[in-house]
């Protein structure tokens, strides 16, 4: 099969490596540019434990190297604010882009601003990116050249939330998030607050008053629902690597019809599996895989409980990055996607 | 100092070797009887690996053995349903009891069935049981013979609810709490669904519809707080073992003076700390210890979040009892219960 | 592709799910049977959380239901003893078997009664089974109708230990094997030792004074080196779910040249990786992949530690089960096992 | 009781914050003064989340600050190097000191060196130093003002083999420690290979050819047992935040005496327990306490494998600094420090 030759910018960090991972097992992307920051000159291996085969012996570019000519698609891992820059690079030099960071999540520059703190350097961009919740913008995604690839909270949060908005039937001005993410959510710098020992056999609440993936939830919430939504979100870091847990404490009418409504949204979908009525799925389920697990429980005729699973590094982040790269290449979505979790 | 011997029965799961630890280290109790059930004739040693000293050494009573005569307090860490019985056994022989078990946490006997499903054996008592949620019924642990020691769900959601719900600001039809624990919490049966490899690594959302402890919260927020509360409660075990946080999210009138209201409630108390406003506790500043650390975040002039925690084997059970047993023989509160943290 | 139907027999532990997920992610072998004992007549999916797909909706047979007629090749993933008669009616019914059980590691049946303890009901079938530690015995699982799947930890422990015996420099009276493995090698059987409490931020050693894995490791290190070998092995159980990683303290002569050694028998082999010398290697690096990694540290000229890394439930189990089972159909090798390690 | 002030320097760190836990519940020492490096400035409770009380409000004051006056007895808990100088000035202001770094380890400045690779500032209080191996010097350390606490891998070492040294009996040329520590060991400092995503689920060796310990557990295997020995030392970093246990792969006569010789040796240890022969210890059984468990299983006449499990922030480092305290203020050894193991 003929190769698509890909580069990722922000190589070394958990998304990164976890890029490098899916499409080391990619029967049509292959590596060809590693870019990196702090770690550019070294091998992949070196920075990478997981790093083997050719690609471990792999040099990492500087950040700012020119990427090589039969470079088609460029996955941007880096820090919101930089990303944006390498984008629109990449963009000018022909690429087509699939953005891991937040830089084209947002739609107008009020809200990216609000959410981040930043003026953003390329606003101008806005308008052609696509906000890549692949179940909901399949058709987008494929004929976009800029992906803006979703949060993890945002994605595991919009499945099951955006269907239900639709119907009318959810109260969407009580929405209550709280989302449990493994550790590898908080990105690989050298802070003393992600040791191990800070982290290990604890759990905190953190990003209060206000998370930033709370304007990006409810854009898209309503984006994709379309009815004006505002969420309350607390997120939670916990002692395990990989996993996102989400709660979502729901108010509305009629929720004995929503477990047939999620049923019927994601019948056909490969990546998100809607659970027997009553049945709660646990991250254990989904670590591995680029899988959503959605479950609910009724608890009275206006009040149910819903919870979504994914692994934030692969739906949450790099495994949709490449779900929504096959939809650009005309490819399979579930193209080198397939593993099921790794369990236990 | 005269030494007071107590009784332990249901001494080999979690909460009871926590039991003997805090005794071990107390300068008045002293353990003089350990009762229990599929390890009766072994020494305390071999079952609990923690357990050292001539402790260590002493061997475990059937759990039908007859109490020593001069045993003047038992601690009941058995399974609900079971406890009572024993429960009704020491009472009758003269002995003071604190029961860790859910069988005296309830007023009426219609609410103990509609949480557990079966009936109970000795609702007679349940008069004279004084709910031992210490900071709140300190006069009445005081002078009580029997003592519901509080679920660990209960104590570190009632702890700050309680308070807010007496002020009448709270919205007492929208309380919604979402709570975390470690893994001692679901006890130390032999169960496929809690081996190490089932658990680690993995987060998953137990006991919906409606957890057995929602009763217990809602029963005594009102007869705390004073006015009829609805919870919606879910809880989630998570990879530690030991921890217990608990998210509380809260609608109502004059968020911001709500800080105000929980460190004036706990200013003076021993084992709840009142975070300065916007900070947050996490379980780790509290493992080990007998405290409930409290934080809020206020997120407008109408809503707020309130993060609790405590060790689910301390303040949520064995620490709380014995803070309870200090008070029902005259000592001083905090004796035996002083050690800060184990961190990390 | 033609697909091969295949039966995994004790498919609920944690080696039987791995099993399914390899195999579900395989290009030509295919799940037509999953046999189980007390979990018989429930879905897979309901007893095994990382299981998805149309597999998760097979039912499970009873452990002595019939094979069907097109399966090719059985997987026995059940308990030493068990095990050999599962393996023998297979063979009757004409299938090939991998055995992932110790009953056909042994070539004597004093050897299996010395580190089993029982007696083999088969050993008419010890002069026929290969033992398939694929790297030293290729040819022969080739052409094999029956292969005993190596232990754990003899797969960690002979890669780099035979091919230095073959050398004649190592002392092979002085090897000592100092092994620390994740909780799923203790399999998923409801014991409290094995729950999360008792595993947790803990550490032990056990299977001491003589584990069983001993009797294997000197069997094949003689087997394959051709020196009679004595190994003092002990084995530590650690609180991570995968992994794998072996200490072999080590003396004899010259002990410069073994890092030569080990990479030109290596040097061609898609599953081991010998480390750069001095470079040592953590079961993080492997965990998830089929791959084995190994370092040296020369400490002088007569004394040197060799680290060597798997993933207990691949190269350690599953994962070589697959490798063997690829070359009895004469397959690639490596088919479905190309997966880098899931890192972090 | 009167209060003895004392200050610690390098109070932030994982072996200072454990300082500041045990001396809160000591009932005759008191913090008078804690230094600290980058967090000077800041409170106490805000840069360790375990700390609580008044000690929380505790400004932490420069590394060069000024001891107060009635300051008795400094714990320096600082990098090696560092420690030296801080050391001498708190002598010369009056101080008694008790070390925590491995600055007064050593008799000799060549071993330093080259254990440390370093000039020592300070070796002329070489000979004043006492290597604070508590149950081996007591003597010394009660009429010390220097004490040199050891290093958590010679404690767990050293207390099992010197007393085998003495007897003759042990081959002091075949050594081997293969020992496995928590994260907590490695310290607090921010670093990408300390993160939790790095160290959880995982295991790696570290430290070869010769780590540092090496040769302090050589000189005092010497020093406490009176023959020169050789050791071969690997450690390892486990996925846990605290404990350390250490396997002895040892040769020699008579091993059937052995579990005899310690037992008789550790007979009237308040920290050291002897198991029954062939019982095993795990790090769950002592961490929390001040406990060191040792347990031994004789492979044959001539090997014998020993077990020896601490917590390495308690006996393998600011427990033993208390132990050693109170004999140098003449308290009794035990003081603040008979807390059983927190299990689980």
């Known amino acids: ?22 499409i080391e097992n990619h029967p049509v992307f292959e590596v060809a540019h590693l870019g990196a920051h702090s770690q550019a000159g070294k091998m992949a291996g070196e920075v990478m434990p997981g790093c083997a085969g050719k690609i471990a012996d792999m040099r990492l570019a500087a950040a700012d ?36 960071s937040a830089d084209f999540r947002h739609q107008s520059h009020d809200t990216y601003r609000a959410a981040y703190g930043v003026e953003h350097p390329h606003p101008e961009l806005f308008s052609e990116a696509v906000y890549g919740l692949t179940e909901f913008s399949r058709q987008q995604v494929a004929s976009g050249r800029l ?29 209550i998030i709280d989302a449990k993410s493994g550790a590898s959510g908080a990105g690989r710098s050298a802070n003393v607050g992600l040791l191990y020992c800070e982290l290990n056999e604890s759990v905190k609440a953190y990003g209060l008053p206000r998370h930033r993936h709370a304007w990006e939830m409810e854009e898209w919430a309503l984006g994709f629902g379309g009815e004006p939504v505002k969420v309350r979100f607390v997120p939670h870091i916990l002692p395990m690597n990989r996993g996102m847990l989400t709660t979502l404490h729901l108010s509305g009418q009629d929720t004995g019809s929503w477990h047939g409504v999620l049923q019927e949204t994601f019948a056909n979908e490969p990546f998100v599996r809607v659970l027997p009525a009553g049945v709660l799925p646990s991250t254990a389920g989904v670590s591995g895989s680029n899988r959503c697990d959605i479950g609910i429980a009724v608890l009275g005729e206006h009040e149910a409980v819903i919870v979504s699973c994914i692994d934030n590094l692969l739906k949450g982040a790099s495994g949709q990055a490449i779900q929504n790269a096959n939809l650009m290449f005309g490819l399979d979505e579930t193209m080198g996607l397939s593993m099921h979790a790794l369990w236990p």
């Not at 990722?8 to 490596?17: H, K, M």
């Not at 099951?160 to 639709?166: E, F, S």
Request: proline share 8%; with cysteine; hydrophobic share 45%.
């Open 147 to 175: 992906i803006a690839n979703p949060g993890c909270y945002p994605t595991s949060s919009l499945l099951p939330l955006a269907p239900l908005v639709k119907t009318g039937l959810l109260d969407t001005s009580s929405i």
């Open 1 to 22: 099969m003929i190769k698509i030759p890909v580069a990722i910018l922000g190589s070394t960090g958990y998304t990164g490596a976890e890029l490098i991972r899916l």
């Open 65 to 100: 190297a020119e990427l090589p000519e039969d470079v088609a698609l460029v996955f941007t891992a880096l820090p919101h604010g930089a990303a944006a820059n390498s984008v629109k690079k990449a963009l000018d030099a022909g690429k087509k882009v699939v953005d891991l």
